[in-house]
C-alpha cells in the first residue's frame, strides 16, 4: 500500500518514515512517498485557523489528486509565554523569506521581549501535532500528538529541523536537535500522533489484503 505524505519537507518525511516502520507495520506492506513523486500536484494553500482544519484539507486533497490514501500532518510549536505562538503559522513565523534559524531566531528574540511574562520558569511550551488520514474514497480520519517542554536560552545541536534546536523535552536537559533522532522519534509529538495512527493504517493495510 503506498501512503502520500502531504509535504515535500524531507526532515519530516524521514521523521515519519522512521516513526512508522518502528511500529509493528510490516515496512515491506507500506510505501511512503512524499509530494514530491507527484510534482503537478496544486499548490495547498494552509488557510485553516487549527492544526487540525489544515491537515483534514492537505489530506483531502493529495489523496483526491492521487488516488492513494494520504497522511498529512499539521504541527506546530506553541510558547505560553507568547500566547500559544507561533502556533499554526509555525513553519512561516517571520514571512516566507525566513528559514528555520531565522525562525529560531525570530522566537527567541520575541520572548526576550516579553521580559514580565517570559522569565525563566515561565518558558513552558509544546509541540502539537494532528495527523489525518484520508482515503481516495474521501473518508478521513484524525489523530493528535503533544509533547510538553520549555524553550531554551540559545539554539543548541545540529540534529533534526525547524524549533529543534530550541526546544528541551520534559526530564530532559539538551534540546530535540542534541538528543537526536532515536530519542526525539520516542518522545515528539509527531511520533505520538503516528503511534495512534498506527491501528488507522493497519486497518486499511488488512482491507487491501
Do not use: W
Not at 47 to 64: R, W
Amino acid at each position: 500500500m503506498r501512503v502520500v505524505v502531504a509535504s515535500k519537507n524531507k526532515g519530516k518525511i524521514e521523521e515519519i518514515r522512521s516513526c512508522l516502520f518502528n511500529t509493528s507495520i510490516v515496512s515491506m506492506s507500506l510505501e511512503v512517498v512524499s509530494m514530491d513523486e507527484y510534482p503537478d500536484l496544486p499548490e495547498i494553500v494552509e488557510d485553516g485557523q487549527t492544526f487540525e482544519e489544515n491537515a483534514i484539507k492537505k489530506a483531502i486533497i493529495v489523496a483526491e489528486y492521487t488516488r492513494e490514501i494520504a497522511l498529512a500532518d499539521d504541527s506546530g510549536l506553541m510558547v505560553d509565554c507568547l500566547n500559544g505562538e507561533p502556533g499554526v503559522l509555525s513553519a512561516r513565523f517571520g514571512g516566507k523569506e525566513l528559514d528555520d534559524n531565522g525562525r529560531n531566531q525570530l522566537l527567541l528574540e520575541r520572548i526576550k521581549g516579553e521580559k514580565n511574562s517570559c522569565n525563566q520558569s515561565l518558558k513552558t511550551a509544546r509541540f502539537v501535532c494532528v495527523l489525518a488520514i484520508a482515503t481516495p474514497e474521501g473518508a478521513v480520519r484524525t489523530v493528535q500528538g503533544s509533547c510538553e517542554g520549555i524553550i531554551a536560552d540559545i539554539p543548541m545541536g545540529k540534529h533534526g529541523f525547524g524549533y529543534d534546536p530550541v526546544f528541551i523535552p520534559d526530564g530532559y536537559t539538551a534540546t530535540f536537535a542534541e538528543l537526536g533522532i532515536e530519542i526525539k522519534n520516542k518522545l515528539s509529538h509527531r511520533a505520538k500522533a503516528l503511534e495512534k495512527a498506527r491501528d488507522v493504517l493497519k486497518k486499511l493495510l488488512a482491507a487491501n489484503d
